[in-house]
Each structure stands twice: as C-alpha cells, then as structure tokens.
C-alpha cells in the first residue's frame, strides 16, 4: 500500500486528490491547521473524512511539517496549500508570500531533511504567466506573474525546480489553469454565479455583481485535474506540465451557460461593479496541454458545459436544503 501525504487537503483539490488516491489503494495522510472553523466539509461531502489520517501541522512551522513526515511516512507528497484567492493576495500579499511561496520551500526541506526519496508534487498555477507572453501557453511560456499570488507561486515554482536540480529529487509541478467544482470556495467567480443562479432562480437573490466579465479563463474539471498530479508522480523522470482543456471562455459567457441552464437570461440579474475588478488584470489565459497529453495520456474529459451543468445542479440542492424545502430541482 502505497502511502501519501496532502497539504491543503480540506481544500477543493485535496479533497477530490484524497478521494482520487484511496480508490488507487492509497494510505492518505492530510495535513491540518486546525484554527476553529469548519474546514472539513468537502471531505464530508466526498464521503471520505474517516479513510483519510490528519495530521496537525502548520504550512510556517518546519519542525511541525518534518514530524508530518515523520508520522505519514510517504512515498509521495503532493503540496496543495496556499492563500490561493487572488484578489485577496493585494490585500494580504505579506501573508500570501509566508503561505503561498516560502511555506513551499518548507515542504521541500521537509521532504529532504526527511526521505529525498519521496515524490513531491508543487501545485503551480496559469496565473504565473499573468501578462502574456504568448497567444497560447506551453511550459515553455515566459512568466510575467500579474498578482502577489501569483508571484508568490512562481517563486515556489522555481523552488521547486532548484530542488529538483540541485539534490536530484523527484520534485514534479502541475502549472494547472482554472479548475473549478461543486466543491470550489464561494470566493471563486464560477461557484459565486452558480450559487447566485440556484439563489436567484428560488427567489433568494436579485443580482449578481462582478468584476471584469470579459476576461477569459480556460476552466476544467478538479476532479480531471487531480489525476494529472498523480501521473506526474509515476513518471521516472520528474518534470513539469500544462494541464488546461485548450479552450478559452469569457467570464460573461460562463454566466450565460450557467443562467441558461436554470432557465434564465443572465443579462437580466448579471451587475457589472468596479470593486471586484482587480488592481492589474489577467485579460486571457489558454494553456497548451500536448505535452501532458504526449507524455501522461491525460487530457481532460470534462467539457465547461458540463461542469457549469454539474455546479448548478449542486448549488440548487443546496440552497433548497437551507430553506428547508423539498428539492424540485431534476
């Protein structure tokens, strides 16, 4: 029985990644800050809080993390935690930096003052590449971050890549895009429309406000995304990869899916509102994803329409249950 351990395991990636590596037979370790709110629900809504073993630890506390190691033992780790929302990096960027970029380096020591045998996994992100410096993204794409996030998570990127070099470690990063689900925070644009499409659609909201709508991400599935990061790590060689679906949307166009999808028009309830729009933008992203494609056999299988479809569906039933009612909802 293989034995792993998550970082950021109450998260939308950690939970579908537990999930994911206890149907592979996997021993699953999760690390957890407990700090008094209720973290846990996603792992109660995949069913799987009582498979996993937590651990306590703190991301900035390296002697907390060497005895995470200690205790899990793990023959792979796969570090997903970070101050992940990017509008609140401008507004916390010291705090982004700690949790995002040097809590990295931390796992990473952890990892080879501990066992340099371990596979380590470094969630990277699209929003590395911020201001584009090609029409399409490869690994190949310079970096231009836009963000505190996202300069925090290029300097952990490139951590990552120095270990790996430096004490020949196989130390792995998934330079995911946009990955959404039912289990997304509500602070993420695509839950915030599902969830104010099931309210508007029962009568328990009126509008929506967002920033810039005519943005473009390119959005998959988490539940397709966590199963590139595992591939990364039964590679021999480690590397680094692009997971994205290679299609681009306009966050207007993902609100109109999701509106349409309940029957609406979201031109009706859809507020445009400067305060959500970011100090300095990200316009586009599309990635490349061929050489995950080439070199895992991962593309992804998800389609927008049907992860907008699968959203909704979840939110509808969950506002349903807050107010008590029996679900009408197919």
């Not at 998934?174 to 509500?186: A, K, M, T």
């Not at 990635?287 to 998800?302: D, H, I, M, Q, V």
Request: overall charge neutral; proline content about 4%.
């Amino acid at each position: 029985m293989k034995r792993a351990l998550i970082t950021g395991v109450t998260g939308q990636d950690g939970a579908y990644l537990s999930q994911f590596l206890l149907n592979k037979g996997y021993q699953v370790f999760g690390l957890i800050a407990r700090r008094g709110s209720d973290t846990l629900w996603r792992l109660r809504e995949l069913g799987v809080i009582d498979r996993i073993e937590l651990i306590d630890g703190d991301m900035l506390d390296l002697s907390s993390l060497i005895r995470a190691m200690e205790a899990s033992r793990p023959d792979e780790v796969y570090n997903l935690a970070a101050q992940s929302f990017v509008h609140t990096s401008w507004k916390q960027p010291i705090l982004t930096a700690q949790v995002t970029g040097m809590a990295a380096v931390n796992v990473l020591e952890a990892v080879r003052l501990t066992n340099q045998k371990a596979r380590f996994y470094q969630a990277s992100t699209s929003e590395m590449f911020g201001k584009i410096r090609e029409p399409v993204q490869s690994e190949q794409t310079p970096f231009y971050p836009r963000s505190p996030y996202g300069v925090s998570k290029l300097f952990a990127h490139w951590m990552t890549i120095n270990y790996r070099e430096s004490f020949g470690m196989h130390c792995s990063s998934g330079i995911l895009f946009n990955h959404e689900s039912p289990l997304r925070g509500l602070e993420f644009v695509t839950r915030k429309v599902t969830d104010s499409v099931a309210r508007i659609k029962l009568g328990k909201q009126k509008e929506l406000r967002l920033g810039n709508i005519d943005s473009k991400r390119d959005w998959g599935y988490a539940g397709d995304y966590v199963r590139a990061m595992w591939l990364m790590l039964q590679q021999h060689e480690p590397d680094d990869y692009v997971i994205a679906t290679g299609r681009t949307t306009t966050v207007r166009d993902m609100c109109r899916l999701a509106f349409e999808y309940a029957g609406l028009d979201y031109r009706d309830y859809v507020v445009t509102d400067e305060k959500f729009c970011r100090p300095a933008e990200v316009d586009v992203l599309i990635g490349n994803p061929a050489k995950a494609k080439a070199r895992l056999g991962w593309e992804a299988s998800t389609g927008l329409e049907e992860l907008i479809a699968m959203m909704v569906d979840a939110d509808m039933r969950r506002v349903e249950r807050e107010r008590g009612a029996a679900n009408p909802w197919p």
